[in-house]
Nanobody, 121 residues
Framework: QVQLVESGGGLVQIGESLTLSCVVS????????AGWFRQAPGKEREFVAA????????YSARSLEGRFTVSKDSAKNTLYLHMNNLKPEDTAVYYC??????????????WGQGTQVTVSS
């Protein structure tokens, strides 16, 4: 059974940076892809960024204008989301998951508990 544990969220000011972590367990990741999604209050969950576990060929949502990047530590089975120049519209619960399809990102239907990011103006 796959387990996903996100952490690293918090309250930040406009323009600050934050890095989220996601530890994945319960499955061999060598042939998997993983990604980040977010859900703001009253909105649908949306794609943020994705990365194959066996390469560094990552990509992120165009709407983020390059402010967010994804990386991984394979030895720790951990996926990271590096968020820069944060804006109030980035306020959301952030989730990681494994992907059925890498591009466009199609997630499996299992999720961690998420981690809250709040950007204060």
């Amino acid at each position: 059974q796959v387990q996903l544990v996100e952490s690293g969220g918090g309250l930040v000011q406009i323009g600050e940076s934050l890095t989220l972590s996601c530890v994945v367990s319960g499955r061999s990741l060598s042939t998997e892809s993983a990604g980040w999604f977010r859900q703001a209050p009253g909105k649908e969950r949306e794609f943020v960024a994705a990365m194959p576990w066996n390469s560094n060929n990552a990509y992120s949502a165009r709407s983020l204008e390059g402010r967010f990047t994804v990386s991984k530590d394979s030895a720790k089975n951990t996926l990271y989301l590096h968020m820069n120049n944060l804006k109030p519209e980035d306020t959301a619960v952030y989730y990681c998951t494994l992907l059925k399809v890498f591009r466009p990102a199609v997630p499996f239907d299992f999720w961690g508990q998420g981690t809250q990011v709040t950007v204060s103006s």
